[in-house]
């Protein structure tokens, strides 16, 4: 996907990209090749895959959500997909990564100062601590997470940090109706419901891509998340 093209494919969904912002997903793109020679951030390092696998994307969640100056906060977010791409093209929302590598904060903090991003805040921690900790424990409007789990193990991830009335958006690919059938008794244990499962195909490459948002209706009772490492060998059954 070349750049042009990106660019006409968020025209016809009603964004606007500025020069600015054209030129922000430019040095993106630039520091990601760079840095990659130094740490592992991502496999991806073609041009036109990085604009369509990474940056269209990260923003898929728009064709279906409604972004404004929400409080968002990226699990696990690697290089910084979605949750950075998205900060671009909605300037208003005020973004929080968690991710448990310090080098690849170290990425992101020097990624963000490049792009004269503000309101955006990143924390080394393992997610199953963080979301036991009270300055974020359900205190984000959305929770975004993309590549990082199944479901009955990403929702112990994330729901502890959505807010009550908020939403967990999980960027997923094939295979994710099953991987909600099985997750559907932790999705309601942690205080989750299931609002819709967007499907919809890759351009280009025709993948299978799904947006699956989840409500938060009632507190995530308190001994979630467990101790690091636990969701995953044991998910919730």
Known sequence: MSQELFSSLLSENGIT?????????????????????????TAITNRDDVYLKHFYDSFTPGLYYSFSDQRIVDIGAGAGFPSLPLKIIYPDLHVSIVDSLNKRIGFLTYLAEELGLTNVSFYHDRAEIAGKNNYHR??????????????SVLSELCMPFVKNGGDFLALKGAGTAEELKDANKAIAVLGGEIV???????????????????????????????????????PIE
Do not use: C
């Open 17 to 41: 990209l500025s020069s600015i912002q054209n030129e922000q997903f430019n040095r993106y793109f630039e520091l990601l090749i760079e840095w990659n020679e130094k740490m592992n951030l």
């Open 138 to 151: 359900e205190k984000y409007d959305i929770v975004i997470a993309r590549a990082v789990a199944r479901m």
């Open 196 to 234: 819709a499962n967007h499907a919809f195909q890759l351009p280009k490459e025709n993948s299978d891509r799904h947006i699956v948002q989840i409500r938060k209706v009632k507190a995530t009772p308190k001994k979630y998340p467990r101790k690091p490492g636990t969701p995953n060998k044991q």
